[in-house]
């Protein structure tokens, strides 16, 4: 069995080091011990393992980062659009313009499945190098069956291929242009729904003024759950429209955007117990957004507050978690690195169903991430210098392997 020795971290995160520099030790792709290195270098023995020693005498460690919110197989790119809404024209204008997401559709459409594989590879390797060990994805840029599925289809492709691990969500983003909404609707529900549950374990809709309201968002809710999905929805980020109501309602197991939300349906979601609230900082700052990411009315569920990336060619083309940790301190004012870290890791972990990762402790994943940084509450501070030094995946030093896909 392959081995690591991780030895003597300044910081590891979120074990306690009175008794000095702690050493991980990795028994293929687990760990098997957080302690002393005398007392790793024992266990390596009992166990006749001679693992491969790396000096993380000047590194923080970190658990491997978890991106819960991504878009990350796309065609094309939008800067155009940036530059139009730093002229004052908003997310929505452009897309009731055709723009937006309509824009990416299009080129989503004329890729083919190879060129949208290559790209979804290229930017799963970027989020490895940037410590992202395990992500989500969304579908949601064909608006037809065909496409949509092409798009399910590369994604699980990936899954099975990429070091990265991948959850797949099927994603009803918006109707498509010239067609009748309703239409719509009944195909997502008695087609789509069901043909793509087993390329799909999580359902997301788009619930905003002008995309989809919550009457039609139920019945989509409504068909993924009989179908067996579980449930996500992008909601409260332009507008209230009754949103978390309906999220309450429905069981759904994530809510995220959460940009405009009132103090009733702030308690709601911390009374449901269950509920997970994902706050996207990149998507607020590139949308010049004039609301802010309302996580201060949910401190008080500190487990269930998740910040994610949300990369895709529109609303967020940023990907790295630790730009992410200092844009949530700059837009949200948080003063608990300590939270954000959790917000990046273990919370979201545990949203996409995972127990075995998101913490650094025996048994868990070999999920780890090597940072030159003094301290973990430098993350959010000198975290966007060039400070990774190695990331893990499942027990193995992550190499680069950009155009290399075999
Ligand atoms: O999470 N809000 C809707 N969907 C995405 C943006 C997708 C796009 O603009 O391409 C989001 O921000
Ligand atoms: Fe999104």
Not at 160 to 165: A, K, L, M, R, W
Not at 289 to 296: L, R
Not at 371 to 378: G, P, R, V
Request: charged share 20%.
């Amino acid at each position: 069995m392959s081995g690591l020795l991780l030895v003597d971290a300044r910081e590891i995160f979120a074990v306690a080091q009175e008794r000095g520099r702690l050493s991980i030790l990795v028994e293929g792709e687990r760990i098997a011990a957080v302690a002393p290195l005398a007392e790793c270098e024992r266990l390596a023995a009992e166990k006749r393992l001679v693992p491969e020693r790396l000096d993380c005498s000047t590194s923080i460690i970190v658990p491997g980062f978890v991106d819960c919110h991504t878009h990350l197989v796309f065609a094309g790119s939008r800067e155009n659009e940036l530059y139009m809404r730093a002229g004052r024209s908003s997310y929505l204008e452009i897309l009731a313009q055709g723009g937006g997401i309509y824009s990416t559709v299009q080129a989503v459409r004329a890729a083919s499945e190879e060129q949208l594989y290559d790209i979804g590879w290229r930017h799963l390797d970027q989020a490895l190098s940037l410590g992202i060990t395990t992500t989500e994805i969304k579908s949601g840029y064909g608006l037809d069956l065909a496409t949509e599925e092409k798009m399910l289809r590369v994604i699980d492709r990936l899954r099975q291929d990429h070091p990265v691990d991948i959850v797949s969500t099927f994603l009803v983003h918006t109707v498509p242009r010239g067609h009748n909404r309703q239409d719509y609707i009944d195909q997502v529900i008695n087609e789509m729904i069901p043909a793509f549950r087993p390329l799909a374990d999580w359902l997301d809709i788009f619930v905003e003024r002008g995309v989809f309201d919550v009457v039609e968002s139920r019945q989509l809710l409504q068909a993924g759950k009989a179908a067996g999905y579980r449930l996500g929805l992008h909601t409260n980020q332009m507008h209230d429209i009754g949103g978390i109501g309906l999220a309450l309602e429905m069981g759904v197991q994530h809510v995220d955007h959460l940009e405009v939300l009132s103090d009733a349906d702030a308690q709601g979601l911390i009374d449901d117990g269950h509920i997970y609230a994902v706050f996207l900082p990149g998507a607020e700052i590139f949308t010049f957004s004039e609301h802010v990411g309302q996580i201060h009315k949910l401190l008080s569920m500190p487990e269930r507050l998740v910040l994610s990336s949300d990369f895709n060619p529109g609303s967020s083309p940023i990907l790295s978690p630790l730009l992410v940790a200092a844009m949530a301190v700059w837009r949200y004012r948080l003063t608990d690195p300590d939270l954000i870290l959790r917000a990046l890791t273990v919370n979201p972990a545990r949203l996409l169903g995972f127990a075995d990762r998101g913490s650094i402790a025996p048994g868990q994943r070999a999920d780890l991430v090597c940072l030159d940084l003094a301290n973990s509450a430098q993350i959010p501070y000198f975290g966007t210098l060039n400070c990774i030094q190695k990331v893990i995946k499942n027990g193995r030093i992550a190499e680069p392997t950009t155009g290399k896909r075999d």
